[in-house]
């Protein structure tokens, strides 16, 4: 069993930065990889980034333009999410997620709660 907490969302005006965390727990999270999810009004859930505990690699979308960034503390077990730049677009529900097996846009199977971030122009 995996438990997540995301924090760190919030208002922020456009061209600003954000970075989201997402406090891990569980006996097996080492073997997981970990993803950062989105959610805007009226959409489908979206991909943006996910990272392996083990090794570090990372993986994110396209579309992302290179405005975030994925990371982790092991000695904290937290994963962030770091947004710059940031645009009205970007404003979103945002999840944190993970895995087992290797680094894939769909396929999580632990969700937290989200938080909320909100983008204005």
């Known amino acids: 069993q995996v438990q997540l907490v995301e924090s760190g969302g919030g208002l922020v005006q456009a061209g600003g930065s954000l970075r989201l965390s997402c406090a891990v727990s569980?006996?097996?999270?080492?073997?997981?990889?970990m993803g950062w999810f989105r959610q805007a009004p009226g959409k489908e859930r979206d991909f943006v980034a996910a990272i392996r505990w083990s090794g570090g690699g990372t993986y994110q979308a396209d579309s992302l333009e290179g405005r975030f960034t994925i990371s982790k503390d092991n000695a904290k077990n937290t994963v962030y999410l770091q947004m710059n730049n940031l645009k009205p677009e970007d404003t979103a529900v945002y999840y944190c997620?993970?895995?087992?097996?290797?680094?894939?846009?769909?396929?999580?199977?632990?969700w937290g709660q989200g938080t909320q971030v909100t983008v204005s122009s």
């Open positions: 569980g006996r097996t999270v080492r073997t997981h990889v």
């Open positions: 997620a993970a895995k087992t097996g290797t680094i894939a846009t769909s396929g999580y199977n632990y």
